[in-house]
């Protein structure tokens, strides 16, 4: 019972910065951990990042540790994801997702609610 809009994707040479925001409808956004995933052309989507209902754990895939970092503000129904140092090999389409009284898992299966994605291009 969730719906979710993601913005702030866009063209970005390597060493750049982005700020993506997932803006969720409804009253029950605090009840779901939320995670980012990403998805190339030609390849499966994985994991990039999640976070507890309450912000106070994150989770980070490997090649982005250092560099993205996860937030929430449960006041306005946000979840941001800062991507700074950007490389080439992070462009793709980032959707978020909801997963309903979750901790912040990494598997996509876990999750029950998804955007439609925005778009990231990191120039080399």
């Known amino acids: 019972q969730v719906q979710l809009v993601e913005s702030g994707g866009g063209l970005v040479q390597a060493g750049g910065s982005l700020r993506l925001s997932c803006a969720a409808s409804?009253?029950?956004?605090?009840?779901?951990?939320m995670g980012w995933f990403r998805q190339a052309p030609g390849k499966e989507r994985e994991f990039v990042s999640a976070?507890?209902?309450?912000?106070?754990?994150?989770y980070y895939r490997d090649s982005v540790k250092g560099r993205f970092t996860i937030s929430r503000d449960n006041a306005k129904n946000t979840v941001y994801l800062q991507m700074n140092s950007l490389k080439p090999e992070d462009t793709a389409v980032y959707s978020c997702?909801?997963?309903?009284?979750?901790?912040?898992?990494?598997?996509?299966?876990?999750?029950?609610?998804w955007g439609q994605g925005t778009q990231v291009t990191v120039s080399s």
């Open positions: 997702a909801a997963d309903w009284r979750g901790t912040g898992s990494n598997y996509d299966r876990d999750y029950d609610y």
């Open positions: 976070i507890s209902r309450s912000g106070g754990s994150t």
């Open positions: 409804g009253r029950a956004f605090e009840y779901y951990a």
